[in-house]
Each structure stands twice: as structure tokens, then as C-alpha cells.
Nanobody, 127 residues
Framework: VQLQASGGGSVQAGDSLSLSCTNS????????TGWFRQAPGKEREFVAA????????YYGDSVKGRFSISRDNAKITVTLQMNRLESEDTAVYYC?????????????????????WGQGTQVTVSS
């Protein structure tokens, strides 16, 4: 599994941006996929996740209602659509994939659940 995150950039507050996560080693079938972000001097923060089985989605409190995670039917790309961006959203965004299954959602919010990580893509939001 070799994850690649793309789509980052510099935007103004209120703008939208779409991030993509792909697996250059195949597709993302069988993997639950999450997005995390890390701003300078801060801990890595959970943003969103989508389960492999069933497609349930989960969001961090700070992005709920503004961000949306989805995947295409071919399980090739997982997309994080980010709307109404705020300066506080400035961070490096990482996609991650997990082979693990959990019945609850708590584990999908934790970085240690994910075995594979992409290199990160920078998102900068100017106010």
C-alpha cells in the first residue's frame, strides 16, 4: 500500500478545496480510509474517515458540516471535500488506510488504527 495525498494548496477563507487519496500499489478496496491533519506545534488531529465495510463516515467536531469524505465506486480514490475553509484549517493533511475492523467508530478516529500513511499535502487558508 502506497498512499498518495494530493489537492492541497493556498486558498482564502470561505473557499473550497478537494483533497484526494489514492493507492499507487492498487486500489483502496478493503481499507478503511481516514484523513488527519497536523498544524505546526499541534498534535495530529482526526478529520474524517470512511469505513471499508458499509461506507459509514465519521467527522471531527471542528469540520462537521463543512467537510465531506467519499469514495468512488471503483475504490480507487477517497476524496475529502472541504467547504467554508477557515484559517484554523491550515495544516498538513494526511490520508491513512487501515485493514482493521472495529464495530464502533471511536477507533477510526485514532491514528494508531491506521497501518499505512501518505506523505501529506499542505493546505493553507488565509483570512
Amino acid at each position: 500500500v502506497q498512499l498518495q495525498a494530493s489537492g492541497g494548496g493556498s486558498v482564502q477563507a470561505g473557499d473550497s478545496l478537494s483533497l484526494s487519496c489514492t493507492n499507487s500499489g492498487g486500489n483502496l478496496g478493503g481499507y478503511s480510509t481516514g484523513w488527519f491533519r497536523q498544524a505546526p506545534g499541534k498534535e495530529r488531529e482526526f478529520v474524517a474517515a470512511i469505513r471499508w465495510s458499509g461506507g459509514s463516515t465519521y467527522y471531527g467536531d471542528s469540520v462537521k458540516g463543512r467537510f465531506s469524505i467519499s469514495r468512488d465506486n471503483a475504490k480507487i480514490t477517497v476524496t475529502l471535500q472541504m467547504n467554508r475553509l477557515e484559517s484554523e484549517d491550515t495544516a498538513v493533511y494526511y490520508c491513512a488506510a487501515s485493514e482493521s475492523y472495529y464495530s464502533g467508530q471511536r477507533e477510526y478516529r485514532e491514528p494508531q488504527t491506521y497501518q499505512y500513511w501518505g506523505q501529506g499535502t499542505q493546505v493553507t487558508v488565509s483570512s
